[in-house]
């Protein structure tokens, strides 16, 4: 499998992009950043919106390089802007086969019916002025006019900033099942972390124009010399599989290689791939199994860094079993007290466990 | 005092019509790659286009008509030209009112064209691109039925400002029936003749034209405002 690769530079006004990274050619790649990082300019070049300095190949295809530039209609790309951009002069159906009726037969893999099941369009399709729709439902049939055209990679720009959380709440449930279903790899920006650790499996890192780290997602997330495990927010992320119901408490078990965890209740069945987040402000460390808690998740887990946040705080990275990374918040004083250093076994008691999907 | 239109007056709003027509068709497919040019280059020298193109909303029109007779006369440059490959003369024919009137017009019809062009902004034309559309498929499918109303507005300001228009005509066309006697210079002659009916009947009747033209346009929802006359 050929990944995508990109090496663009450009001159900003306050800063020069200068992004270099890799991106597997399956699965949701975020650009994550703070606003001004660049990443909306890097996703513009990637589609050649902005005419950038140095190559990309997708899929093995010199899309950019020294001697070609790609037009960006010759490009097999879906986009999907911040603002859903539909046509106001066209229905919604002509917005929706406006780029499926540009591409040959031959290459029309997405049917239009799939699409309209997938985003739950039908109830819109007939609707004559796109000015008419709600925020999302707009956005909905962007992504659907985006894949309509077969794309071979789906570039998202922010696709849900411009909306109200309602509307984010009821898109993003659609952007998770293209996750599932569709065989399209996606390039998707956005400088919010529940967004991200929703949708994405790999993580490329911006700031200022450069990227900072790139790699897949549960990794990256964890590693202490990136801003990311320093935010309010930071946690670990935890791929598990729905493993037993508890109807009685209304729980559901989730194992993940290394443990399990309970969480309130899944309803779904036996099996089913879920993602969890920890965060390290939920996350306790004891240095003995405790008697008498009340919290329901205690796991064994070894420090492997731990790190000064400021003047009170410090984050430490541990490992439950042999590949999962989790985060704990806690104060100087706790660390001292207890001698936490690297290498120790302790138990981390997860005081809340957020289910993503 | 005779009242009613004489058969050369029916003639002159003939004339009028034709002229205006010719002129509007004409201006359209100028205007239109002008304006998609001002609105979207970032040339040193756009600014001198722009003004050259604007000229004719502020030069008083004898002015206007008074250089493109030297041009278009037989010591002119395009004057000899035309005489060169066997056109013929244009001063004193319909043929040069067309192009006096093209000119005249000219800003009217870029003006609108150009604002509803970059109104649109760049998003819908990358759109179009991010789902396929080459540059003449974006232009067509997108970039013109999102400047109608623009295209409107030209349409109507070009074809009425033709028919008003009186110096241009009087310095480049004189006042020739059939040829050259265009509707202003008709009521200008009447007036002369102290014809106050005739002229009456024909001033009327642009005062109405005018009117329903400006009421066309408002109710078409274009705006007058794409003009800075």
Redesign the interface.
């Known amino acids: 499998m050929n990944w995508i690769r990109v090496h663009l530079m450009m001159q900003l006004d306050s800063f020069a992009l200068d992004a270099a990274f890799s991106a597997p050619p399956v699965g949701v790649t975020a650009l994550f950043g703070p606003s001004g990082s660049g990443k909306t300019t890097l996703l513009r070049c990637i589609a050649g919106l902005e005419r950038a300095q140095g190559w990309l190949r997708v899929h093995g295809e010199p899309w950019q390089d020294e001697k070609t530039f790609m037009p960006v209609h010759m490009r097999p790309l879906g986009y999907v802007f911040q603002e859903a951009s539909l046509f106001p002069h066209l229905s919604v159906r002509a917005n929706l086969e406006y780029g499926l009726k540009r591409i040959p037969l031959s290459e029309r893999k997405v049917p239009l019916e799939q699409v309209v099941e997938w985003l739950g369009l039908s109830r819109l399709i007939d609707r004559k002025n796109p000015a008419l729709l709600s925020g999302g439902e707009r956005q909905r049939v962007a992504i659907g006019r985006a894949l309509l055209t077969s794309p071979r990679i789906l570039l998202m720009d922010e696709p849900l900033s411009a909306l109200d959380s309602n509307s984010k709440q009821e898109i993003l449930p659609y952007l998770e099942r293209l996750h599932r279903e569709l065989n399209i790899p996606m390039l998707y920006v956005s400088h919010a972390m529940d967004e991200v650790t929703r949708l994405a499996d790999h993580l490329v890192l911006l700031d200022k124009g450069k990227v900072l780290a790139s790699g897949a997602l549960g990794e990256t997330l964890a590693r202490l010399d990136l801003p990311t495990a320093h935010f309010d927010d930071a946690g670990a992320v935890i791929e598990a599989a729905v493993a037993q119901q508890d109807e009685k408490y209304h729980l559901t078990r989730l194992d993940f290689a290394g443990g399990f965890l309970w969480a309130g209740k899944v309803d779904q069945p036996f099996g089913t791939r879920v993602r969890a987040r920890v965060l390290a402000r939920d996350v306790s460390i004891a240095t003995q199994a405790p008697q008498g808690s009340s919290i329901n998740n205690i796991l064994n887990a070894r420090i492997e860094e731990i790190l000064d946040e400021g003047p009170d705080k410090v984050i430490v990275r541990m490992k439950v079993g042999d590949s999962q990374t989790l985060l704990s918040r806690i104060t100087r004083r706790s660390r001292d007290h207890l001698c936490l250093v690297a290498g120790m076994y302790v138990c981390a008691q997860v005081k809340s466990v957020a289910l993503m999907a | 005092m005779e009242t009613g239109l004489n058969p050369e007056d029916i003639q002159a709003v003939w004339l009028t019509l034709k002229l205006a027509s010719v002129t509007t068709v004409l201006l359209l497919l100028i205007a239109t790659p002008l304006a998609w040019w001002l609105s979207h280059s970032r040339k040193w020298y756009k600014g001198l286009v722009s003004a050259v193109v604007a000229l004719p909303l502020v030069l008083p029109p004898t002015v206007l008509g008074f250089y493109l007779l030297l041009v278009m006369g037989p010591q002119g440059l395009v004057g000899e030209l035309t005489s060169a490959l066997n056109l013929g003369r244009l001063p004193f024919s319909f043929a040069g009112l067309v192009i006096g009137s093209v000119v005249f017009s000219l800003p009217f019809a870029v003006q609108p064209i150009q604002n509803a062009f970059e109104a649109m902004g760049p998003?819908?034309l990358?759109?179009?691109?991010?789902?396929?559309?080459?540059a003449w498929?974006r232009f067509v499918?997108?970039a013109l039925?999102?400047a109608?109303p623009g295209f409107l507005t030209a349409t109507i300001l070009a074809f009425a400002h033709t028919v008003g228009e009186f110096g241009v005509v009087l310095m480049l066309g004189g006042n020739i029936p059939g040829e050259t006697r265009v509707l202003s210079v008709a009521i200008y002659s009447h007036v002369e003749a102290m014809e106050y009916g005739a002229a009456h009947l024909l001033a009327g009747g642009m005062v109405l034209f005018s009117f329903l033209v400006l009421l066309g346009l408002y109710f078409a929802g274009g705006k007058l405002g794409g003009v800075s006359k």
């Open positions: 998003r819908p990358e759109v179009a691109a991010t789902l396929r559309a080459n498929d499918s997108v039925p999102l109608r």
